[in-house]
C-alpha cells in the first residue's frame, strides 16, 4: 500500500499527538505514585558510563536501566518482579523513572 505525502504528513502528526497524549499520562501516574520530580526545572546532568555529560531523563527502559545499574536486563526484570525496583504504570512498556533508579543505587551502596 503506497501513502501519499498528505497521508504521511497527517499519520505523522496523529502519532506525534499521541505519544504526547501518552507521556501526560505516564506524568499523571507518576503523580499518584508519588515518583514524579516536584520541581519542573531541568534535571542536572549525570555521567554516562565514558564520563560525558547526558541530560538526565525521567523514564528508562529495562535496557537503559540495566546499563545504567551495569546489570543484565533480565536482573532488571527480577528486581522488578521482585519487588525491589519499582516500574512506572504503563500499558505498552516498562518504565522505571530516574528517581526510583537513584533510590534504588542508593539501597546497593
Do not use: C, W
Not at 6 to 22: N, P
Not at 77 to 99: A, E, Q
Amino acid at each position: 500500500m503506497k501513502m501519499t505525502t498528505d497521508q504521511a504528513v497527517k499519520l505523522a502528526e496523529t502519532l506525534e499527538m499521541l505519544m504526547e497524549i501518552q507521556a501526560q499520562d505516564v506524568m499523571e501516574a507518576m503523580a499518584k505514585t508519588g515518583n514524579e520530580p516536584r520541581s519542573t526545572a531541568p534535571a542536572p546532568p549525570v555521567l554516562t558510563a565514558v564520563g560525558t555529560p547526558e541530560p538526565a531523563k525521567l523514564l528508562y527502559n529495562i535496557k537503559e536501566a540495566a546499563a545504567m545499574l551495569r546489570v543484565s536486563s533480565t536482573t532488571i526484570t527480577r528486581f522488578i518482579h521482585d519487588g525491589r525496583l519499582r516500574r512506572v504504570p504503563n500499558y505498552y512498556r516498562v518504565l522505571i523513572s530516574g528517581k526510583e533508579l537513584e533510590r534504588f543505587a542508593k539501597t546497593l551502596e
